[in-house]
């Protein structure tokens, strides 16, 4: 009975102990995650302001004509080619006979029209601050259809030539600086190469500048539809970048909760949201810094981390 007794008291106590060891790592845990919040390392990043841009484009060019009616028989099928002066771009099919057509050029020959042939040029496009019109595509003609009846088989965009383009865009430091200097810097794709576009006439409004520039390509591509998507750099920089959640607006300041040893407290900041679901940070912040991850439920004041 004693050993039976001995036993049951060994029973009990590690019991307890195990009950007893238990409770305070669960008071210690459960502490520690209320004291202490998730933090983040702000972080230096490089960043490049795109601004998405619709620019209408110009060029000159020429109406091709057929001699006679009759059904046309495209070279090159119904898309546009590179011709040089003399080179045959169809043949007039009439009562069994063929008629060749010729190219009066050097350029691109399109076998179609947009109905703004003679009348889209800077004069009609520049003057005054509405909107860029929006061109129509390019309707392209079947091969072996009927010809007009104003002999009309398409257009010759002579090269070389300069790709022309108006647009609208928001005035940066950055952007104006570079006016001054004659030129902007574009992409056609955020992650694609420079190019560089001469200013030809730049007229400033407010916080838009309207621009006319050269571009310095002319690919075939764009003969579809008088216009073009680029993205224009609005300016570089270095920054500080956290996540968005971290900044928050207090008493009307926008800013961000900062740990410094065991202390927390707020910190006003100067900068703008960028992609990705992030905050850049131009001032007030500086990189390795910690920052709270949630600036809505954090506090000022002292926290326990251990």
């Known amino acids: 009975m004693k050993s039976k007794r001995l036993h049951v008291a060994y029973i009990s106590f590690v019991t307890f102990i195990v009950v007893a060891v238990v409770s305070v790592y669960m ?39 057929s001699r006679v009616r009759g059904s046309i028989q495209y070279r090159y099928g119904s898309s546009p080619a590179v011709v040089g002066k003399g080179d045959l771009v169809g043949t007039v099919l009439r009562g069994g006979k063929s008629f060749p057509i010729y190219s009066p050029g050097k350029g691109y020959f399109v076998p179609g029209l947009d109905g ?30 009927e010809i007009r009846r104003d002999k009309v088989i398409g257009k010759l965009i002579p090269q070389p030539q300069n790709l022309r383009c108006v647009f609208y865009c928001p005035l940066t430091d950055s952007l104006s600086s570079d006016i001054g200097g004659g030129s902007v810097e574009f992409r056609l794709d955020p992650l694609g190469v420079p190019y560089r576009g001469e200013v030809r006439v730049a007229q400033r409004m407010g916080h838009t500048v309207k621009l006319y520039v050269n571009l310095p390509f002319f690919p075939a591509d764009v003969l579809t539809r008088r216009e073009l998507r680029i993205f224009v750099n609005g300016g570089e920089g270095r920054g500080v970048a956290v996540p968005d959640s971290a900044v928050v607006i207090r008493q009307g300041v926008r800013g961000v909760f900062v740990l410094d040893g065991n202390n927390v407290s707020f910190r006003g ?12 940070v131009e001032a007030g912040l500086n990189p390795g810094s910690l920052v709270l991850l949630n600036g809505m439920t954090a506090q ?5 981390l251990w």
């Not at 230096?44 to 841009?53: A, L, S």
């Not at 000022?300 to 326990?304: F, M, N, P, T």
């Open 27 to 65: 008071a210690w845990w459960w502490h520690t995650s209320g004291s202490i919040p998730e933090l983040v390392n702000a972080r230096t990043v490089f960043y490049r302001d795109d601004i998405p841009i619709r620019a209408v484009l110009i060029w000159r060019e020429e109406l091709v004509h």
């Open 116 to 145: 703004l042939e003679g009348e889209w040029r800077y004069s009609f496009i520049w003057p005054g601050s509405a909107s860029l019109p929006d061109p129509p595509g390019t309707l392209f003609f079947q091969d072996l259809s």
């Open 269 to 280: 900041v100067e900068g703008f949201p960028v992609d990705g679901g992030r905050f850049m």
């Open 300 to 304: 000022e004041g002292r926290i326990k």
